[in-house]
Structure formats: structure tokens, C-alpha cells
């Protein structure tokens, strides 16, 4: 019989935060399967990361020196998209290449270490396509893991590996002609970079390569659910004729959110959410990479002022476009002239948290009845986990895709705005929070799908009395997949 133990499991993430907390609850579920677990990052995000990981965890973390050229356009010693604006935010997925080298010398010195017994297996960013030559040259197993949802990934596949996607002539709507489940898309739908990119535009460029080298690698491993993202995944087999294994939701526990300071105890926050009825919270928040205009910010400070003063809120506010991401907090500039004397102190109805909050925490709370999103796929399984409709505004790369897929495709949401550039009006944000958080008959449906969907969900990962949950079986296949590779490997059979 097959089984991991003493068996190193490499671990490595692109660095943005959103990738690192995927990983990371990754990397803990294999832990507990009785794997070795070795999280590979730059020095920076690893210092950040000895601070969050729990004091019961055997998780190696090992270093991989990163330094960015002077063609890389990037601020000096910047290791994390979360300080980057978000037209800088390429430059570092572009600048990671770099770190093939120094990744292929550490896959040997762990061979080395270990008297030339290679890794069991390296679970590889959706950005490290690279990865997968170098685990072949050791005889090791190769998978990537998406931390987005597999519809969203299936669009983003389509349009970088089809560039260019956008028939001239054509009108503003298109579609993913080898992903036509997809449906219709609008050029609303995409960021910035896509709407321009022709082919040969450096995104373009690395994308359909980075892309290309998926085919190498022996497995794909998404942070989903089978039985909710099926499309996606039928895609992605059909596409690459490879392992495709959802494992998900891999939530990390609340409290261990990879090393932000939040701007709030999560103690504080639960004392006030406490103070308010079930269900009658809105939490917002773009997660770690995004943030609204000015403008933006002003109107939906409106709508939450304008709406029925029986819906509370959690709002994370981040600078405002065009500030610097890690400004003082400046409410007196960025929200309307006395928003937080008459909404938060008289009224009592709205928590302003700066930069960071506890979103495990806040997302578990009962009080909490619906979750304004980027739509961000981290954000996105923590709120269907909790049973939440959810308020999408997509901010950047495949939000857009997954923001459709929710409202159309599953039902569970309902999109408010897009993207940073477009004008908004409080009066259309306040309707539409009213439409999710009241009594009309499609909130009532939105909450009855969420509440189906949290079901799925708890079946999915379900490891019980001999029953096996979709998600738990995934994770069978996958590790069974890389114990039999090294197995023919050692045979020399592979
Ligand atoms: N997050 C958090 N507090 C915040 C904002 C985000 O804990 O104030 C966490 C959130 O719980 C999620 C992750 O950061 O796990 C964000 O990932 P997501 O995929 O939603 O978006 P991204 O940051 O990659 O755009």
C-alpha cells in the first residue's frame, strides 16, 4: 500500500496574498495528511509567513532569493503584489521568471539532502508554468494549483491562449469560441490588459507561454468544488486531457490570514457585531490587491448612508486609487463631510476598518447577512462557505468571469458595479443592497440558492463514517497520482 509518509511535498506560490493564503491552507491539509510540507517563497513573504503559521505546524519554510532587474519595472525590493498599484502588479508575475535558476538549485539541494531522493511532488503556481521542466529533469511530480475558481481560470485560459480574442468589427459583446458554456461577454469584462492585448503586448506574450508550459505538468489542482464549478473543470480536462482535481473550499483557519496587520482585532470586531441583529450586516471588501476611485468610494459611502437604517456594515477601505496603497487612513478626505460622525458614531451602523480586517471572523459571524466582493475566489468560497449572497464588483484579471458565473451560472450573486474606472451611482448601489439584504422576493431566492450551495459545499469536503466528500477524493487522486509517478520513476518505468 501506497502511502506519504516522510514523502516532501514542495509548496510554491506566487507572491501575492491571495495566492499565499491559498497555498497556505494548502500546504496545512497536506500536513495533516502526514506529508512533509516545504513552502517555498521570497524572503520577505517568508518572514511574514514564520508570524502566521500555528505554533503546531512542522511546515518548512525555505527562501528563494528574488531580485528584480532594472527592465522589470519594478519599485526596488518589492516581494508582494499588495504594495504594488495595480498597473505595476504584472511587472512582478512577469519579474518571477527570474527565479527559475534558484528554484531548479533548491529542487537539488533537497534531492541532495535527502541522499538523492527527489521530492514527492511540487505544487506549482497557475504563473510558474516554468515549474514543471524542472520537476521532470528530478523524475518529480508536477501539479498546479489555481486559487481562482475554474471558470473564471477557463476564460482567462481562452482569452490569453486566443489572443487576439476581440474580433475588430465586432461590436462590444464576445464570446470564448473553445469555451462557448461560457456565454456571452462584454469588453466591460475585462481588464484593462486584456481589452488591449493583441498578441504581442508583453502580457500577451508571457501569458500564452506561461500557459503553454501547463501542458507539461501532470496535474491541475483547483481550490473548488467539483459539483459548483463544473463547467470550468470540463474545460480544463477537455483542454489539457490531465488530472483535474478540485479540493476545495481549502479555507485557512480564522486567525491565520498570512501576516497583515489587521486594522481591527478580530475580538473587536465580533464585540460589535455582536450588538447587531442576524443577517443585518453588508461586509465589504476588494481584497488584498484592489481598491475603488475616489469617485467610487463617495457614492457607495452614499448608498450605505441612503439605505434602510436597519442594514448595518463592515467596511475595509483601502486609499483610494492614485493614493499611495499604504497611505495613512484619511476618512475626513477619502468618505463625505460628516459620513463618520452621523453613519458610524450617532447611528451606530457601520464599522470602518483600515486597510485589513479579520475576514474569517466577520464572514463566520451571524450577524453577517451578505458579502460585497471583488470576487476574488479566496473572498468568493469564504462567503459561499458562510452561506452568503454575494454583492459582486470585480476589480481585475478573471473576476470578471467568476462575478458572471456567480449571478448567471449559480445564481448566488448579484453584480453592483465594474472595475475602478466606471462611474457609479449611490442611488443604483443602494438599490441593489436593499435588493440582496431586504425582503424582496429575489433576495429571497439569492439566500435560499446560498444556503444550498453552503450545503454542496459542506458535502464536498465531508470525510465521514466512510463516506467521501467530492473534494476529499480529489485529494486522494492527486496524491495517489504523484505516490505512483515516483514509484514507476524508482521502477524506471517512467
Ligand atoms: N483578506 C482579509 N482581510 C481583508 C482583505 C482580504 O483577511 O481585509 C483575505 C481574504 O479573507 C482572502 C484573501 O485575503 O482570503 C483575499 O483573496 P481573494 O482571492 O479574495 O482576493 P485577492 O486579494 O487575491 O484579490
Same mark, same amino acid.
Not at 497556505?24 to 510540507?37: C, P, T
Given at each position: 500500500k501506497m502511502t506519504g509518509r516522510n514523502e516532501n511535498i514542495v509548496i510554491f506560490p506566487f507572491m501575492a496574498q491571495g495566492h499565499i493564503i491559498a497555498f497556505l491552507g494548502l500546504a496545512l491539509q497536506i500536513e495533516q495528511r502526514g506529508y512533509n510540507v516545504i513552502f517555498v517563497n521570497t524572503p520577505i513573504n517568508i518572514k511574514k509567513l514564520q508570524q502566521s503559521l500555528p505554533p503546531t505546524s512542522s511546515i518548512r519554510l525555505l527562501e528563494i532569493p528574488f531580485n528584480s532587474s532594472d527592465d522589470d519595472d519594478l519599485p526596488p525590493g518589492v516581494e508582494n503584489t499588495d504594495v504594488l498599484? =495595480?498597473? &505595476?502588479?504584472f511587472n512582478l508575475i512577469k519579474a518571477s521568471v527570474s527565479l527559475k535558476p534558484s528554484f531548479r538549485q533548491l529542487i537539488s539541494n533537497l534531492t541532495n539532502d535527502s541522499g538523492g531522493d527527489p521530492p514527492l511532488c511540487i505544487v506549482a503556481d497557475i504563473f510558474f508554468g516554468w515549474s514543471a521542466e524542472i520537476a521532470h529533469e528530478f523524475g518529480v511530480f508536477h501539479s498546479i494549483f489555481s486559487c481562482s475558481g475554474a471558470f473564471g481560470l477557463a476564460c482567462y485560459y481562452s482569452l490569453w491562449m486566443n489572443v487576439p480574442h476581440l474580433n475588430s468589427d465586432s461590436a462590444a459583446e464576445f464570446s470564448f469560441p473553445d469555451f462557448p458554456e461560457s456565454g456571452r461577454f462584454h469588453t466591460t469584462q475585462l481588464a484593462a490588459n486584456m481589452l488591449v492585448a493583441d498578441g504581442n503586448d508583453p502580457p500577451s506574450v508571457f501569458h500564452r507561454k506561461n500557459l503553454s508550459a501547463w501542458s507539461n505538468s501532470d496535474g491541475l489542482l483547483f481550490n473548488s468544488v467539483e459539483e459548483l464549478d463544473m463547467i470550468g473543470l470540463v474545460y480544463f480536462r477537455r483542454k489539457l486531457g490531465r488530472l483535474v482535481c478540485p479540493l476545495g !473550499?481549502?479555507?485557512? !483557519? =480564522?486567525g491565520k490570514r498570512a501576516g497583515k496587520s489587521a486594522g481591527i482585532t478580530a475580538e473587536g470586531c465580533i464585540e460589535w457585531?455582536?450588538?447587531k441583529p442576524a443577517n443585518s450586516v453588508l461586509y465589504i471588501s476588494f481584497g488584498s490587491n484592489n481598491t475603488i476611485s475616489a469617485s467610487q468610494m463617495m457614492q457607495l459611502a452614499k448608498a450605505l448612508e441612503q439605505v434602510n437604517k436597519s442594514t448595518n456594515f463592515i467596511w475595509v477601505v483601502r486609499p483610494p486609487l492614485g493614493f499611495d496603497i499604504t497611505a495613512e487612513f484619511r476618512a475626513e478626505e477619502w468618505l463625505p463631510e460628516g459620513f463618520i460622525e452621523r453613519v458610524v458614531d450617532d447611528q451606530k451602523r457601520g464599522l470602518i476598518v483600515a486597510q485589513w480586517? !479579520?475576514? /474569517?471572523?466577520? &464572514?463566520?459571524?451571524? +450577524?453577517? /447577512?451578505s458579502f460585497l466582493t471583488q470576487c476574488g475566489w479566496n473572498s468568493v &468560497?469564504?462567503? %459561499? +462557505?458562510h452561506g452568503m449572497p454575494l454583492m459582486g464588483w470585480p476589480m481585475a484579471a478573471e473576476q470578471f468571469f467568476s462575478a458572471k458565473f456567480l449571478a448567471e451560472e449559480i445564481g448566488v450573486c448579484v453584480e453592483v458595479a465594474r472595475g475602478f474606472n466606471v462611474e457609479v451611482r449611490h442611488q443604483d448601489i443602494a438599490e441593489k443592497i436593499e435588493l440582496v439584504m431586504g425582503q424582496s422576493e429575489q433576495g429571497k431566492? %439569492?439566500?435560499r440558492k446560498a444556503g444550498e450551495i453552503k450545503e454542496m459545499i459542506e458535502d464536498a469536503i465531508r470525510d465521514q463514517d466512510g463516506f467521501k466528500g467530492s473534494s476529499v477524493k480529489a485529494m486522494d487522486q492527486f496524491l495517489n497520482a504523484a505516490l505512483l509517478m515516483k514509484e514507476k520513476t524508482k521502477n524506471g518505468l517512467h
Amino acid at each position: 500500500k501506497m502511502t506519504g509518509r516522510n514523502e516532501n511535498i514542495v509548496i510554491f506560490p506566487f507572491m501575492a496574498q491571495g495566492h499565499i493564503i491559498a497555498f497556505l491552507g494548502l500546504a496545512l491539509q497536506i500536513e495533516q495528511r502526514g506529508y512533509n510540507v516545504i513552502f517555498v517563497n521570497t524572503p520577505i513573504n517568508i518572514k511574514k509567513l514564520q508570524q502566521s503559521l500555528p505554533p503546531t505546524s512542522s511546515i518548512r519554510l525555505l527562501e528563494i532569493p528574488f531580485n528584480s532587474s532594472d527592465d522589470d519595472d519594478l519599485p526596488p525590493g518589492v516581494e508582494n503584489t499588495d504594495v504594488l498599484p =495595480p498597473n &505595476l502588479i504584472f511587472n512582478l508575475i512577469k519579474a518571477s521568471v527570474s527565479l527559475k535558476p534558484s528554484f531548479r538549485q533548491l529542487i537539488s539541494n533537497l534531492t541532495n539532502d535527502s541522499g538523492g531522493d527527489p521530492p514527492l511532488c511540487i505544487v506549482a503556481d497557475i504563473f510558474f508554468g516554468w515549474s514543471a521542466e524542472i520537476a521532470h529533469e528530478f523524475g518529480v511530480f508536477h501539479s498546479i494549483f489555481s486559487c481562482s475558481g475554474a471558470f473564471g481560470l477557463a476564460c482567462y485560459y481562452s482569452l490569453w491562449m486566443n489572443v487576439p480574442h476581440l474580433n475588430s468589427d465586432s461590436a462590444a459583446e464576445f464570446s470564448f469560441p473553445d469555451f462557448p458554456e461560457s456565454g456571452r461577454f462584454h469588453t466591460t469584462q475585462l481588464a484593462a490588459n486584456m481589452l488591449v492585448a493583441d498578441g504581442n503586448d508583453p502580457p500577451s506574450v508571457f501569458h500564452r507561454k506561461n500557459l503553454s508550459a501547463w501542458s507539461n505538468s501532470d496535474g491541475l489542482l483547483f481550490n473548488s468544488v467539483e459539483e459548483l464549478d463544473m463547467i470550468g473543470l470540463v474545460y480544463f480536462r477537455r483542454k489539457l486531457g490531465r488530472l483535474v482535481c478540485p479540493l476545495g !473550499p481549502i479555507l485557512l !483557519p =480564522p486567525g491565520k490570514r498570512a501576516g497583515k496587520s489587521a486594522g481591527i482585532t478580530a475580538e473587536g470586531c465580533i464585540e460589535w457585531l455582536r450588538t447587531k441583529p442576524a443577517n443585518s450586516v453588508l461586509y465589504i471588501s476588494f481584497g488584498s490587491n484592489n481598491t475603488i476611485s475616489a469617485s467610487q468610494m463617495m457614492q457607495l459611502a452614499k448608498a450605505l448612508e441612503q439605505v434602510n437604517k436597519s442594514t448595518n456594515f463592515i467596511w475595509v477601505v483601502r486609499p483610494p486609487l492614485g493614493f499611495d496603497i499604504t497611505a495613512e487612513f484619511r476618512a475626513e478626505e477619502w468618505l463625505p463631510e460628516g459620513f463618520i460622525e452621523r453613519v458610524v458614531d450617532d447611528q451606530k451602523r457601520g464599522l470602518i476598518v483600515a486597510q485589513w480586517a !479579520p475576514q /474569517g471572523e466577520i &464572514l463566520s459571524h451571524k +450577524s453577517v /447577512g451578505s458579502f460585497l466582493t471583488q470576487c476574488g475566489w479566496n473572498s468568493v &468560497l469564504e462567503g %459561499l +462557505s458562510h452561506g452568503m449572497p454575494l454583492m459582486g464588483w470585480p476589480m481585475a484579471a478573471e473576476q470578471f468571469f467568476s462575478a458572471k458565473f456567480l449571478a448567471e451560472e449559480i445564481g448566488v450573486c448579484v453584480e453592483v458595479a465594474r472595475g475602478f474606472n466606471v462611474e457609479v451611482r449611490h442611488q443604483d448601489i443602494a438599490e441593489k443592497i436593499e435588493l440582496v439584504m431586504g425582503q424582496s422576493e429575489q433576495g429571497k431566492e %439569492l439566500r435560499r440558492k446560498a444556503g444550498e450551495i453552503k450545503e454542496m459545499i459542506e458535502d464536498a469536503i465531508r470525510d465521514q463514517d466512510g463516506f467521501k466528500g467530492s473534494s476529499v477524493k480529489a485529494m486522494d487522486q492527486f496524491l495517489n497520482a504523484a505516490l505512483l509517478m515516483k514509484e514507476k520513476t524508482k521502477n524506471g518505468l517512467h
